[in-house]
């Protein structure tokens, strides 16, 4: 019986490596690959995993799915642009390896809630205020 509990604890400890591998393997390819790669198909394939079971990882470590990985990660980078550059949102587009400015807008929009050149605008008040 205690053997039988400690070779459990032992392949949950593994199994446990063998995941948080390869949602390392996932975030890091995330991070390489983001501004050229936006389909989760081209993650999969990297990193050797099937759509089903990396999903579930995400979701069970993570709370969001590949995509929303993804998803997550570029418009961190938009953020991340808009606030340090004097990039135009249509640089910010093709730097984002995105070919239609309006669309990254709207995207932007829906899921912060306000367009780029407001968030943009916002931020740099925020700054003057705080001089």
Not at 32 to 54: A, M, P, Q, S
Not at 77 to 96: C, D, K, V
Request: net charge positive.
């Amino acid at each position: 019986m205690i053997t039988t509990t400690i070779n459990e604890i032992i392949g949950d400890r593994q199994n446990l490596k063998a995941d948080l591998r390869l949602i390392l393997n996932l975030k890091q390819s995330i991070e390489k690959n983001f501004r050229r790669e936006k389909h989760w198909d081209f993650y999969l394939e990297d990193i050797g995993c099937t759509v089903c079971r990396l999903n579930n990882l995400t979701r069970r470590y993570l709370g969001k799915t590949v995509y929303e990985m993804i998803q997550n990660r570029l418009l961190s980078e938009a953020i991340h642009l808009l606030e340090n550059t004097m990039l135009t949102i249509r640089e910010i587009t093709f730097e984002l390896g995105m070919q239609d400015p309006p669309y990254f807008s709207r995207c932007f929009k829906k899921k912060i809630g306000i367009a780029p050149r407001v968030w943009r605008a916002h931020v740099r008040n925020a700054d003057i205020l705080r001089v």
